[in-house]
């Protein structure tokens, strides 16, 4: 039955690297379906069809009008599956996009393995964030962390990310809960998170804590 094959959309102008992406689709996803827009409006039209879809797009040459744009086409279709295929994509966009779990990004010179990577994670419904990016933000984040966090912030932050509660950093450090709560309230606006998952992966992403434990 269609509706159980795999399907892909890819969202680009050009047609090589379309022609490029078909051919690993097909060898990666043996009996998947693969579809190809060249503009928004076609890509709306394959999501309403297929809202299921894996959607493989270069967001620098496609006609959407900013991110936000693109944020609110896949918040109407939430079960779509999105793979960022890019030369170029800015910290801004990178740090918007990557704590969603239903986004992934491969940039155009990452290895072939890396691409078909993405395509098995993403029928798995799973993310892959390429090698280039993941170093690229881990050592951006980490600049930007050692320059906003104080030592005792970033040791707070660690035990944060170990799952350790308030009363037990406090008992840890001989303070009182209502410090830690401050410090804790300091850190995450400092770092722009809002929960405890966040500052993990925040923690993780900047080198705090061991990255291999954590999704980047």
Known sequence: MEDDKDILIIADNQPVTRFGAILLWNKTIPGGEVFTAENKAEMIRLLIRYPNAIIMIDYG???LSGPDNLFIISLRFPHTRWIFFGDDLSDNFLRRIVPDRRFSVVMKDAPVEEIEQAFRLAVLRKPYICERVRIHLKSKIKKDENERLTSTER???KSIAQGKTS???ADERSLSIH???????????KIGVNNVLEASRYAARAGVIDVGNYYI
């Open 61 to 63: 040459l496609f006609d």
């Open 155 to 157: 040791e707070i932050l």
């Open 167 to 169: 009363q037990m950093i």
């Open 179 to 189: 410090t830690i709560a401050t410090h804790r309230k300091n850190i995450f606006r």
